[in-house]
């Protein structure tokens, strides 16, 4: 157990504040011991500020510490979601400043919930007041004159959003004392902010993490203060897909979190959305070093600069070290939590913490780095050794939340009249300049991924139409059923920056995540940006939902044949015909009048087939053409692959997302985890094993969680009731191990197909299982911090990195199953990877000072980088070191005793966002058979 007696530094600091307390707490009164608690659990007089130094006492309303029997941030405790919102109950039933919502349910069936805070009046009227914000979103809605008398009635609305990221896990805590002290306190500045704004607090947005986390620190953390024996400080799982990406969803929308804010947002249209992490000594308030979006207003890069500013003042002037702003992110992707404000005319934001990644009081010394006096942190962080504790980061985000608060609060007509200003301006520019609209051809070639992109776009609520009937633009004649995005619309801006490319600058610095989410991009679809206004003549039916892809089965016939048009759901319907004999075509064919493409599926007709087939086609949009008989093509058979994925319990977070995808879509596969892969006979049990992308260097791959935290299960238990999920363990430790690689070398030596994204790919080049490919220089595996020191010193080398950027590439084997679907140049998703040779025959043997490397053997190059007739690389984003990627291969399919592995220097699975490149892993598992049973090159 750790000592609760007050170190002796502390004594003066407790001194202080007993004398200060009367004078500075009034007009409130200290809950009685309040004042001392918070005093011991603080580690220095500095790092508290009179604000939040003592607990406002109420004789109806129970504090935090009355229902905790703790203070928030008390040193070992943490707190659980159940708790949480047992707390935010009890608060909401006591006090008329408080109404409690329910938002949303996680993946595990656990509540989210919303507290919203004001004055009486407030919370009285805050249905009034939500349709006030609704209103002054739509400038359609509201002439200049209707808005400013309607803001003088209206309030700003801010949200607070706690425990998103798991292990930082302060958040909770600060917001539970928040919500207390902004109900309870007399103290003019919060009189101030009940009275102007409507606060919303979210104090458990990722609740499935929470638990988890909160059993972990119990279990594994509990009373343990020397950092440098601390074991891993977060369980495998914060969700049933995600980790840290939970974080990188606002586009995409998949996780259940990301959905509760998302409804919460566009019920109460908050001014601002504030998303609460820990990562910066001792506390960074975001705004990037830019480059800044330009589909963003400026007024929300002035307005969100200034609220920083503030707080850096106000908590200088508290005598708090170490508060900044500035330099942390850039910026210009908005595709974070918080980016539902950025991209909807709101204010996103955050603070990055001190968090000790757990709840015991750890001792620290940073480095220079962190210590330095810049224009952006005049009174840095101690440069010496120090103490922080869990309540000093409450202290930290609970006063400046208050500072925020208290600013917005003093600025509440601007910050209304700001936003009312961004939704006019989004809209005047869709009527005043091009593009006016943009046109989504519902023909392409996979029409239920043109209905998936639009449906991106509606979960937006960015408005779409559709044609109702032909009509001419500029840009040429479209068809009735094309889709419809007219830019006189609130969301213009959001609309442009999803559907153009985007221009990273070149000098623009390292970005922190990814440089392009253009959807046409991600989903290899033409959208027309027309520079017509005739376009607002179309006549278009608004669409209320997403739209809905039904193919059919034509003709009659004894054979049933599927043109494949890059369709991603063939994966889908090969499952759901597991025991239906499917054929694919080697070459083009044609049939019955009709031209299908290599890659089109053959299917016998047999008694009882129709029904499921139309049911198929019904369901997942593909069109099925039935014939009298075969056609006379060269064709391999096509049976449903077992499937295993492979999730290294060292890093679960990229591969979640493929796990993500395969369930959308239904696919049975295993979960195989290190245990299993240690385990052998894997041949037995997969025809093909998927191992995706992790951010793990090869050591690190191959010995996973240090065997000397072992054993460390994450199992089901009566203390652990959050743990094994999604998968469990009796040891999470050990990785893969010598033996588990053995064992991958001969699954695909006895002719499995292991299919490896990503920095996965160093796995078999780099570990032995395929020979001839040398990892070369100049290229950057990705850190798990886009804008991490590895990438940053790679930029001063000039290295090849394309963070997250769209660029062209070539099939050098267009008549390869994996470029079924695809034209013969197309583009791909790239993030950092390392770069690799062309495979060679032989390499050089120790002091063969003579002999030449073998002849490189190009023969399993599928696809390479760059455009073989000349097109720019970048198709969207930006990329820099360029020169040094251009024809080395994208994708390669290695040869290995009976089996084959092919490598992605990609990752095609990149957080459902690039579903264009999707189907060339579906490629891989539907055609496995043919890429195993074929020979290797020419030799
Ligand atoms: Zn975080």
């Known amino acids: 157990m750790k000592s609760r007696t007050l170190p002796a530094a502390l004594a003066p600091l407790l001194w202080l504040l007993a004398a200060a307390t009367r004078a500075d707490v009034a007009p409130d009164t200290a809950e009685p011991g309040s004042v001392e608690e918070i005093a011991r659990a603080t580690t220095e007089a500095r790092f508290l500020s009179p604000w939040v130094a003592y607990l406002p006492e109420s004789a109806t309303v129970p504090s935090p510490r009355a229902y905790l029997h703790r203070i928030p941030g008390a040193p070992g405790e943490l707190v659980e979601s159940a708790q949480a919102y047992g707390y935010c109950r009890a608060l909401a039933a006591a006090s008329p400043r408080v109404k409690l919502f329910t938002i949303g349910r996680s993946e595990e069936g656990r509540d989210i919930v919303l507290l919203a805070i004001a004055d009486e009046a407030g919370i009285r009227d805050l249905e009034r007041l939500k349709q006030a914000t609704a209103t002054l979103a739509d400038p359609r809605r509201a002439d200049p004159g209707t808005a400013a008398r309607l803001i003088d009635g209206a309030r700003p609305i801010y949200y607070f959003n706690a425990a998103l990221h798991s292990d930082e896990t302060g958040s909770t805590e600060s917001v539970l004392e928040l919500a207390y002290r902004l109900a309870v306190s007399e103290q003019p500045m919060i009189r101030r902010i009940r009275s102007n704004l409507v606060v919303l607090i979210n104090p458990v947005s990722n609740p499935d993490g929470r638990d988890k986390q909160v059993e972990w620190f119990y279990r594994y953390l509990k009373g343990r203060t020397d950092r440098a024996l601390l074991p891993r400080q977060a369980p495998p799982y914060w969700s049933r897909y995600a980790f840290v990406d939970i974080n990188r969803d606002a586009h995409q929308q998949t996780h259940e979190t990301t959905k509760a804010v998302h409804r919460m947002f566009h019920e109460w249209h908050p001014t601002v959305v504030h998303d609460l992490h820990e990562a910066v000594a001792l506390l960074m308030t975001w705004n990037g070093t830019g480059p800044y979006n330009p589909n963003i207003d400026p007024l929300t890069f002035s307005e969100f600069l200034e609220l920083s500013f503030h707080e850096v003042q106000a908590m200088n002037g508290l005598g708090m070290p170490g508060v900044s702003t500035w330099n942390f992110g850039e910026g210009f992707a908005h595709l974070f939590l918080d980016s539902v404000a950025m991209n909807h005319n709101s204010i996103g934001r955050g603070y990055e913490t001190w968090g000790n990644g757990s709840a015991e009081t750890l001792t620290w010394t940073l480095g220079p780095e962190d210590t330095s006096r810049e224009w952006w942190r005049l009174v840095p962080p101690p440069a010496t050794e120090f103490a922080w504790s869990a309540r000093d980061n409450v202290n930290y985000n609970e006063t400046a939340a208050l500072a925020a608060l208290d600013w917005s609060a003093l600025h509440a007509h601007e910050l209304l009249s700001n936003f009312y200003q961004k939704g006019y301006h989004s809209w ?115 669409l209320a939902s997403a739209p809905v892809v039904r193919g059919r089965v034509n003709g009659a016939g004894t054979v049933y044949l599927l043109r494949d048009t890059g369709q991603e759901g063939l994966l889908e319907a090969r499952y759901r015909l597991a025991r239906e004999p499917i054929e694919i075509a080697e070459r083009a064919f044609s049939a019955g009048g009709r031209e299908y493409p290599a890659g089109s599926w053959i299917l016998k007709s047999r008694a009882g087939l129709a029904t499921p087939l139309a049911a198929v086609a019904a369901d997942l949009g593909l069109d099925f053409d039935a014939v009298g008989e075969v056609p006379a093509v060269p064709r391999h058979a096509a049976p449903a692959a077992r499937l295993g994925v492979y999730v290294p319990w060292a890093d679960t977070d990229s591969i979640g997302w493929i796990r993500y995808a395969l369930d959308q879509r239904h696919v049975p596969y295993a979960y195989v985890r290190d245990e299993d892969v240690r385990a052998g006979h894997l041949r037995e049990r997969y025809d093909v094993l998927i191992y995706g992308h992790v951010d793990l260097e090869l050591a690190e791959q191959i010995q996973g969680i240090p065997k000397a935290w072992g054993p460390m299960p994450f199992k089901k238990t009566a203390a652990t009731p959050a743990f094994g999920t999604p998968a469990e363990s009796d040891d999470i ?44 220089a100049g290229g950057v595996p990705r850190s798990s911090q886009g804008g991490g020191a590895d990438a940053a010193a790679a930029a001063q080398q000039a290295a090849t990195r394309t963070p997250g950027a769209h660029l062209r590439v070539s099939f050098a084997r267009p008549d390869h199953p994996l470029a079924y679907g695809y034209p013969a140049r197309t583009h791909v998703f790239r ?109």
């Open 733 to 776: 430790t050990g990785g893969l191990g010598g033996a588990g690689l053995a064992n991958l070398g001969e699954f695909v030596e006895r002719g499995g197909l292991l299919v490896t994204l990503g920095n996965g790919t160093m796995l078999p080049l780099e570990a032995g299982l395929v020979r001839g490919v040398r990892r070369e």
């Open 428 to 542: 005047r520019k869709g009527l005043d300049e091009p593009p006016f609209g943009f046109l989504i051809p519902a023909d392409q070639g996979d029409p239920a991924r043109v209905a998936a992109l639009v449906a991106r776009l509606i979960a937006q609520h960015i408005e779409v139409g559709r044609a109702s009937a032909p009509f001419a633009v500029r840009e040429g004649t479209f068809p009735a059923g094309t889709y419809v995005v007219r830019l006189d619309q609130p969301y213009r801006n959001y609309a442009v920056d999803l559907l153009l490319p985007q221009h990273y600058p070149k000098d623009g610095g390292e970005p922190y995540d990814d440089v392009s989410w253009s959807l046409p991009a991600h989903y290899h679809l033409d959208v027309v940006p027309s520079a017509d206004p005739a376009v607002r003549a179309a006549a278009i039916e608004p």
């Open 831 to 939: 993030q950092n990877f390392a770069l690799y040779s062309t495979p060679r025959r032989w390499l050089r043997m120790a002091y063969c000072t003579t002999c030449l490397d073998g002849p490189y053997d190009p023969s399993g190059v599928v696809l390479e980088w760059g455009d073989r007739d000349g097109a720019p690389l970048v198709v969207s984003g930006q990329a820099w070191g360029e020169a040094n990627l251009v024809g080395r291969w994208a994708i390669l399919d290695a040869p290995v005793g009976m089996g084959h592995v092919v490598a992605f220097n990609f990752n095609p699975l990149h957080r459902d966002l690039n579903r264009g490149d999707q189907r060339l892993v579906w490629n891989a598992v539907l055609n496995w058979q043919a890429i195993v049973s074929a020979h290797a090159g020419p030799h």
